[in-house]
């Protein structure tokens, strides 16, 4: 009776364990538990080098090759009454100061925008004679009215030109380039000082601003260089360049601007 009684027990608890594990087998496994997806391999990006930036800028050193005045002297026999002598002494000197940017427009090509501020100066004087000089005479017998000029002036000039360079612009190495383009020139802040001189007397100081001849010229640019670039992307730029000017902003006897101009630069660029 005992036996019998222990193997009905033992046969409720298998069938209990039985059911169990079905139970076990058929519940959803929890989400956290899932085997994680395996991670794409990661690409490699390859960056290609640049050695002309799309967008750049810096600053420039303009040096004249040739004075933006000549020292001159005219003698005009304006009727036979009146002479009227001229003398210009240029007296600025030839550095001039700037900025840049420049524009990637293709692989080899740039649109390179320049802006240069000058200074010119000159002191000057013109004699003018009126009467006659009668040849019985020893002295001068016409009379003589002398005026002593003192100018300081600025430029500002601009000049977009189409860049050129050797080289693709991400292929490795320095590059030489050519440039053609426009020019445009400003002048402006112009200060003057005249002193009248008449025998014994002396009249000092009118300073009435001496009008130019053209506020605004126009002429065409053409450079040559070459860049050079460090391992921090910092570029130097040598260049020689040739503007010639279509319009003279001063322009009166012996007061003349030049109109070729050729100059030095160096551009530091970032």
């Not at 940017?101 to 013109?126: D, H, M, P």
């Not at 017998?141 to 500002?156: C, G, L, N, P």
């Not at 612009?169 to 383009?181: K, S, T």
């Amino acid at each position: 009776m005992f036996i019998g009684k222990s193997l009905l027990t033992l046969s409720y608890a298998a069938v209990a364990t039985v059911a169990l594990a079905q139970t076990a087998a058929q519940a959803p496994k929890p989400e956290g538990t899932k085997p994680a997806a395996p991670k794409p391999a990661e690409e490699e990006v390859l960056q290609t080098p640049v050695f002309v930036k799309r967008f750049s800028l810096g600053v420039s050193l303009n040096v004249l090759g040739l004075a933006p005045m000549k020292e001159a002297s005219t003698s005009q026999q304006v009727s036979d009454i009146l002479q009227v002598n001229s003398n210009t002494l240029p007296k600025g000197n030839r550095i001039g100061y700037g900025a840049f940017v420049q524009l990637r427009a293709s692989s080899r090509f740039a649109i390179n925008v320049n802006g240069v501020l000058r200074r010119i100066k000159w002191e000057g004087t013109v004699d003018t004679f009126e009467g006659v000089d009668r040849p019985t005479t020893v002295q001068d017998d016409r009379r003589q009215t002398s005026v002593d000029e003192k100018t300081k002036a600025r430029y500002f000039d601009i000049y977009a030109t189409l860049r050129r360079y050797s080289r693709d612009h991400d292929e490795e190495g320095h590059r030489w380039f050519w440039e053609l383009g426009p020019a445009f020139r400003q002048v402006n802040q112009i200060t003057t000082e005249l002193t009248t001189r008449r025998g014994n007397e002396r009249n000092c100081c009118d300073v009435t601003p001496r009008v130019p001849a053209n506020k605004w010229s126009k002429g065409f640019s053409a450079g040559f260089g070459g860049q050079f670039r460090d391992d921090f992307g910092l570029t130097v730029t040598p260049q020689v360049r040739y503007t010639r000017w279509m319009d003279r902003p001063f322009d009166n006897l012996s007061i003349r601007t030049m109109v070729n101009q050729v100059e030095g630069m160096v551009s530091i660029g970032f």
